[in-house]
């Protein structure tokens, strides 16, 4: 006895195929991200771009030790964690901006324009500021994020970017103290 299978499920069969070939990708395969998970990836690109600056320009105008010490650390600890970044957001199909947004892009110029110790007050100001705000990006990822991709990026980020926080507060005390005495 033959199988006989109904011309109705053939087509819907065809149809579904016809419709993955045009579409250039398998349904399954696309991704979906939230909206919160992009911005994330964009802020936190941006984030990386601007303290890869701060760090160079730490270590090229600094007076003091500390903050060009620091500034080396934050521009290459920033740069591996933009790594993370880049192929997440590649993997997820995010495109991201090229540049630090025009905010980071108008304190780093403010920055680069003081020199000696005004430099490493404003420096360790401005950069203490930004971890802040990044650590607080961070941990609203971590908290509402729905991508596990993008959390374990926040995840990772975390750590470091608390570091970088606790040096510059600690740099910060340090040469305050020196200023007093």
Not at 112 to 131: C, K, N, Q, V, Y
Not at 168 to 180: F, H, I, P, S, Y
């Amino acid at each position: 006895m033959a199988l006989r299978i109904p011309f109705a499920a053939i087509a819907t069969a065809a149809t579904v195929v016809l419709l993955m070939l045009v579409s250039g990708s398998p349904a399954w395969a696309r991704i979906e991200i939230s909206k919160q998970d992009r911005q994330f990836l964009k802020h936190a690109h941006q984030d990386n771009l601007a303290g890869i600056a701060a760090g160079k320009a730490a270590e090229d105008k600094g007076k003091a030790e500390v903050v060009r010490s620091i500034g080396a650390t934050i521009a290459a600890d920033h740069a591996k964690l933009d790594t993370s970044v880049k192929e997440t957001a590649r993997r997820l199909g995010v495109s991201l901006p090229s540049e630090p947004s025009a905010e980071q892009k108008a304190g780093l110029e403010k920055l680069t324009a003081l020199s000696g110790s005004a430099f490493d007050r404003a420096w360790l100001a401005a950069l203490i500021e930004d971890h802040r705000t990044a650590l607080e990006k961070i941990k609203q990822e971590i908290q509402n994020g729905s991508s596990t991709d993008v959390k374990a990026v926040a995840e990772s980020s975390k750590p470091v970017v608390q570091g970088h926080l606790d040096r510059l507060l600690e740099a910060q005390k340090t040469l305050g103290a020196l200023r007093r005495n």
